[in-house]
């Protein structure tokens, strides 16, 4: 039986394939914090226009799918107001997004070429409306984004440690190899 070397390059291949996933679920969820209830603003005004928009392209399309937010402008009110699609109760606002709405938006956004994200939602609906008005509150919007964002830093922080200990096992294979001999073919 001939000692066979074991070949180092996929340990490493897959550590690094491993460790950039988790790297980007680090960097993209470690900051991303809600801002405080005492950064935020109130706006009022009446839905005028409604749109969704793709996030990953950031152009309008017509499907409901998870990358996409929900954009809308308010009447006589300057700027563009986004509810991202991770968010609870996206499916509900896009279906009954109407008439006149409280939005709270971070302060430091109101202005900007951005559009502002809404961290609380209420809306006024006619007496006779057959539906319920809806609103997200604000503590409901911090639980679920700060839920998500713990389940992606701990998928990240465990894909990272898989890749060290890829590593280390590249590392091993390696002395292995060089401490082994090879034995010629007989």
Known sequence: ?????LQVWPYITLAL???AIGGAFLHYNIDTDIPSRD?????SGSVDKLFLMDDLSGKQTGLLKPMNSIHFTLEDVEGEFRYPSSWPGYSTIWRQLSF????????????SDMPMIVYRFEQQVPEDWVVEPFSMSY?????????SRRSYVRAGTILLAAAAGLVLIAMLVHIRNRWKPTTAAR
Not at 39 to 43: E, F, T, V
């Open 39 to 43: 950064a935020l603003q109130k706006i």
């Open 17 to 19: 394939f491993i460790g």
């Open 100 to 111: 006149h709405v409280d939005v709270w938006v971070r302060k430091s956004d109101i202005g």
């Open 139 to 147: 503590e409901r919007i911090t639980e679920t984004q700060d839920a």
């Open 1 to 5: 039986m001939r000692n066979r070397r």
